[in-house]
């Protein structure tokens, strides 16, 4: 396992257990990077391994990132970890003070878990992480098709909000950001979904988003092992 240091302050000790090209794991270096939270990467899961030690099974007994420890707080699970910065961290801000704004921002962040990254994973997976020769071009297209079908609901609903939670950008467009970025980067077919677009523009404006969302992630099984790769502190040693 390794460990990468960002901004090391003495009065935040947030240790983040992950790898900068996990979809679960990006959405929480982003909300520790919108609250400007300095913190600790331990790269691990994928080829960086260090899940089977016994430190990170007292961690998280699932074995599986990310994982945090905030100041000796243990947390796993990356909704739970982004709704628990947010609110230790940026209340009024990052997690709406109102109730209900509150409660529509976590409402997006459960239905992307639920419905949108379902949809979507399946066609990085298809594409950036199978072989040409193994890809399957009618099934592709009919997985992009159902992705679509879904994000017309976020399609909607972005016709009337900014963003997700109403006017201001706030947790629940996390989880969902990151699924859009790997969804506009992904060699499939997508009809016209101008509303997101917009939002996924403004997105593209915030530091942090391109900070840690807007990583090149390959087109094929090759480039993406590289790229993984080269985001350990080793392999960027050797590049």
Same mark, same amino acid.
């Given at each position: ?10 009065? *935040?000790?947030?240790? /983040?257990?992950? #790898? ?11 909300? $520790?990077?919108? @609250? ?91 594409? *950036?992480?199978?072989? /040409?020769?193994? #890809? ?11 992705? $679509?079908?879904? @994000? ?88």
């Amino acid at each position: 396992m390794e460990t990468l240091k960002f901004n090391i302050r003495e009065d *935040v000790m947030l240790e /983040i257990w992950g #790898r900068k090209y996990s979809s679960s794991v990006i959405p929480v270096m982003w909300t $520790a990077g919108e @609250l400007s939270l300095p913190y600790v990467l331990h790269v691990s899961g994928g080829s960086f391994g260090g899940l089977d030690t016994p430190e990170f099974g007292r961690l998280n007994p699932n074995r599986q990132i990310p994982a945090i420890r905030d100041n000796g707080f243990p947390l796993w699970e990356s909704h739970v970890i982004i709704r628990y910065l947010a609110r230790k961290y940026g209340t009024g801000t990052l997690w709406p003070d109102d109730v209900q704004t509150a409660a529509t921002a976590d409402q997006w962040m459960e239905w992307c878990k639920s419905l949108a990254f379902p949809a979507v994973f399946p066609l990085f997976w298809d594409t *950036v992480r199978t072989p /040409i020769a193994k #890809r399957n071009p009618a099934l592709l297209a009919e997985k992009a098709a159902k992705a $679509a079908e879904i @994000l017309a609901i976020l399609e909607a609903h972005l016709a009337k909000n900014r963003y997700v939670a109403g006017s201001t950008f706030s947790a629940g467009d996390i989880p969902l950001g990151a699924v859009i970025y790997r969804y506009f980067n992904v060699d499939v077919k997508r009809p016209p979904l101008p509303h997101i677009e917009a939002w996924y523009g403004r997105l593209k404006g915030r530091p942090a988003f391109q900070e840690h969302v807007m990583n090149f992630f390959g087109t094929n099984p090759e480039e993406w092992q590289e790229l993984e790769r080269l985001s350990g502190p080793q392999g960027a040693a050797k590049a």
